[in-house]
């Protein structure tokens, strides 16, 4: 709480410079240039959502980007596309009409306009000053000093170019009273320093790095500007990238059509390959005439072997006629080779006849004539069965050499076979690989041609800039409200400067942290007499029930100076030790005579018959800094009260006290604080000081 008291004490020097801080923040918004800011937003194509996923869409759409917003926020702030929107809006001449405090851009307000021509680039980026009058004339001042007088609608040459100033009739027309006659100044901006001022004020960024749209903001003193920028600024992103998308379609066009010729002539070289290879090799299928030909020989080989069985088994069957050629009709022979009618009717003529001829032989002898018969039948019939063997062996022998003559002709087909069929897949795949890069660029080449044709976006401007109506910066009511804080602050910092400046004792907890002499009382400020009475009787209780008060007691009441209330409080102590009907005895330590003042003889004589008299005895010192006269007095007495005044009292004063004590050896050696916790409002303090002014005069 203590800590708190300067402040409380300072609460109107607070108010004051709270109002001082806002005062000279509401003058100083009065002249500083305000900002407006203007916004729009470009929701950028998502290729994954809504018809733009159409595939049709998807290659004529000419944003079809993802994950690339970064990349457009980047080009929103290129100087590429600043000079493409400056090839749309004019803002190569900034006009400002001149205050006694200030100067205004005017831009689409001014009453004239700029028309230049320069053959140097040394007037560009410079201010021009210009004083119109009497409506028409004109006294401009180039930046080199020249000045030049002329009228509107009339050539200015100046060395290096020349400036055309024309009255802008359909503003004046619209403001009729619009004030023409003026101070002005207007600079050309170069298109470096123009581009560079763009985007010293511009702001592109992602609302959200998950949310394709771009946010473009741009900032400048006039309102109606900050919106033309970003609207402009859209716009231009827009047409920029349709126009770069139909330059980009044109020339893949360009391309894919050369291309396609190429391609053209190779896969028509191709398809000629491939028709002069078959006729060559009389190809018409490789595959399916390999397929024949493989079968063919099978059957071939099918009919081989059953040749070769056919004539094993007639070999076999001539070697067995010829092994038992004696005894022919006495043998078995296997007939597996003669399976056909013929054979099988001989064979059983010749066991008919066997049979026939055993039943001869019965009855007649080897050499009759009906035996012999039978003999020649059989012998005929055994002749014309060999020979008939041998006929078959001979034709089956043939059949076989045609056969296998057929089947090595046949097998010669697939002589070379595996490097046709090579050479073929070479050309048919170069002939597939041409027609398939045909293809793929023939519908690129369709991609391209509507692509080139519908040069439209699904990029979209869903919010246009508007002219804003109140200024961005700066905001009126948050520097009002600092100023106010930051006076407030300044008084605080001031009031507890000046009370550290001041260095006063200020109360008891200071005298204890600064000095080891006990404070005896602290007597605070009372105003009333009553409460004067009350405290001081209860404080010379209070001691006398510390037996600091026994009869004879000798009290020393001193202080640097008369300031501090050493009468108030020695008035107080005499009151309050009558009222308990105590004799006191107050004087002054320049009582004595001047030859006695100090004399310490002198002293305890005075007080010894005082003391006989009185049960208190009272003296108060002149101040220590002016006389010595005190000391004396102060080395004799029972009590030496030093008084400190909180209000009066500096803090070096209390070293100065402990330096006393210590030097003289005074006993019992204490501090009364006088006003302890008083803390008088300025208001109070300036009244009093007021009153001691009066005071004095009168």
Known sequence: MNRLKPLYRGIPIVILTMLAGYLIAKKYLTYVTPMYESTSKIKLADIHEGVSNSNLYKDFDVFVTSNKISA???????????????????????????GKLRKMELYDQSPFLVKYLFTEGNSYDSTFQLTISQDSIISLKTPSGHTFVSKFNQAIHLPGGEITLLRNDDLVARKSGLNINDRYEFIIRSSTKLENSILSGLDVMAVDKDVPVIRISYKCPVAQKSADVVNALSAAYIDDYIEEKFK????????????????????????????????????????????????????LKKQLASLKMNLNAIDTLDQYMKQGQDRFFELAPNFEAFTDLLSTELVKKIKELQREKKDLLIKYTPENEKVLVVDEKLADISKYLEESIHNTQRSLRIQYNDLQHSIDESEKVFIGLPEKEKRMTILERNFSMNEEIYRFLHGKKTDAEIAKAATISFHRIISNGEVPEKPVSPNYTIIKILAAILGMMAGIVFIYFIHSVKAKVNDEENINRLSDIPVLGSIPYLKKPSEQEKHFRKWV??????????????????????????????????????????????????????????????????????????????????????????????????INMFILDS????????????????????????????????????????????????????
């Not at 010729?261 to 009389?282: A, C, G, M, P, V």
């Not at 299928?285 to 059957?299: G, S, V, W, Y």
């Not at 003289?664 to 008088?680: D, I, K, Q, S």
């Open 72 to 98: 457009e926020v980047e080009l929103l702030k290129s100087k590429v596309l600043i000079r493409k929107m400056l090839k749309v809006v004019d803002f190569n001449v900034d006009i400002f009409r001149i």
């Open 248 to 299: 980009s379609a044109d020339t893949t066009e360009r391309f894919l059509n050369k291309q396609l010729d190429t391609f053209s002539n190779k896969l028509s070289s191709s398809e000629t390959d491939i028709k002069d290879y078959r006729n060559q090799h009389n190809i018409i299928n490789i595959r399916q005439e390999t397929e024949t030909d493989l079968r063919k020989i099978a059957d």
């Open 541 to 638: 209780i209070e001691m006398d029930l510390k037996h600091l008060l026994p009869k004879g007691t000798v009290i020393c009441i001193s202080s640097f100076n008369n300031s501090e209330g050493k009468n108030f409080i020695s008035t107080g102590l005499v009151n309050g030790m009558e009222t308990m009907n105590r004799q006191v005895a107050q004087i002054s330590a320049q009582s004595l005579p001047d030859s006695d003042q100090l004399s310490i003889q002198a002293w305890k004589k005075k007080l010894q018959e005082l003391s006989e008299e009185n049960d208190l005895i009272i003296i108060l010192t002149p101040p220590l800094s002016q006389e010595e006269s005190g000391l004396i007095p102060m080395s004799l007495a029972s």
């Open 647 to 698: 209000r009066k009292t500096p803090k070096h004063v209390i070293a100065e006290a402990e330096k006393l004590k210590r030097e003289f050896a005074f006993p019992n050696f204490v501090f009364v604080l006088n006003r302890a916790g008083y803390t008088p409002s300025l208001y109070s303090q300036a009244k009093n000081i007021l009153s001691n002014i009066v005071s004095k005069k009168g």
